[in-house]
């Protein structure tokens, strides 16, 4: 009996055994039927994630690259803006050693005030010049074109004529012409002269002009202006009264004045001037604001 239990366990385990290795088989086969991709798929699967940097694009990288930068102390960025740029060398006129570490421009000085004395000028400078706008910009020098008579008893009357030009500081071209061009006085001759100028004497120059008038009594003096010089600045104001107290006669230009002037004056090759178009009606303006300053 003992014999039958025993070949009866181990048929039993045989059968087990059996059964097992069939599903090993099965499981086998279904592995090996599965296509190719489906395995690559669960290989993926399986592969370990990658950390969170390199999953990152490269810009984000940077990013936080520059954020851990460590940042520069005050100290530092002040010696870096007090480095020089280029080649290290200053600007002309400039200063580097300036409070706060702010460039300061120094002063240009301006070279000494030149007089031109010629026959006739340029036609360009003409109309440039003389042109009877109401604002004046670029125009920071007086063009004076003069005519003078000198009459004597026992000699024939002489006469000049020509422009002056001044720029920058200095002499302008009003008292530069008493010394320049008319600068004997013989108090037997009797002198007229008659000046066309791109603008009104400033106050310092009425003033000089004034008591040239007062010292010279048989000299007459006669101002065409083709515009006012700073005509709402109160010693300009009291500048031009006092010259015409003096004995000067002031005027403005009108149209046939600057026609005369361009043909006295200018090297125009013959050409006929032809005035602007507001020309007119600037020197209409002009003329009430002398009205109302010598008034």
Not at 160 to 165: K, Q
Not at 169 to 186: I, P, R
Request: hydrophobic letters at 30%; aromatic letters at 10%; proline letters at 5%.
């Amino acid at each position: 009996m003992a014999d039958k239990k025993d070949t009866r366990s181990t048929n039993r385990f045989n059968t087990k055994k059996k059964v097992e290795d069939k599903k090993v088989d099965s499981t086998k086969k279904k592995n090996e039927s599965k296509p190719e991709k489906e395995k690559e798929k669960e290989t993926m699967k399986k592969k370990p994630e990658k950390a969170p940097d390199e999953s990152k694009p490269e810009k984000e990288k940077e990013k936080e690259t520059m954020k851990k930068k460590p940042e520069k102390a005050p100290d530092e960025v002040k010696e870096e803006e007090k480095k020089p740029e280029g080649n290290g060398e200053k600007a002309e006129g400039a200063e580097g050693n300036a409070e706060d570490g702010e460039f300061q421009l120094e002063p240009i000085e301006l070279p000494p005030f030149e007089i031109i004395i010629g026959d006739r000028m340029s036609p360009f400078f003409f109309k440039f010049q003389f042109k009877n706008v109401e604002y004046s910009s670029g125009r920071n020098k007086t063009f004076l074109c003069y005519l003078v008579d000198i009459q004597g008893a026992s000699t024939e009357a002489e006469g000049m004529r020509g422009y002056l030009e001044d720029e920058h500081s200095g002499a302008h071209a009003e008292e530069a012409f008493f010394k320049q061009v008319l600068a004997y006085y013989d108090t037997s001759l009797r002198y007229v002269v008659t000046w066309y100028t791109s603008s009104s004497p400033c106050a310092a120059c009425a003033a000089k002009l004034t008591e040239i008038l007062q010292a010279r009594k048989t000299l007459r003096l006669t101002i065409f202006c083709s515009r006012l010089f700073m005509w709402e600045e109160p010693d300009v104001q009291a500048g031009l009264k006092a010259l015409v107290m003096a004995g000067c006669k002031l005027r403005m230009m009108k149209p046939l004045d600057f026609t005369y002037t361009w043909d006295t004056f200018v090297e125009n090759e013959e050409q006929s001037f032809t005035p602007w178009e507001d020309c007119q009606e600037n020197y209409e303006y002009y003329e009430e604001r002398l009205f109302d300053i010598l008034k």
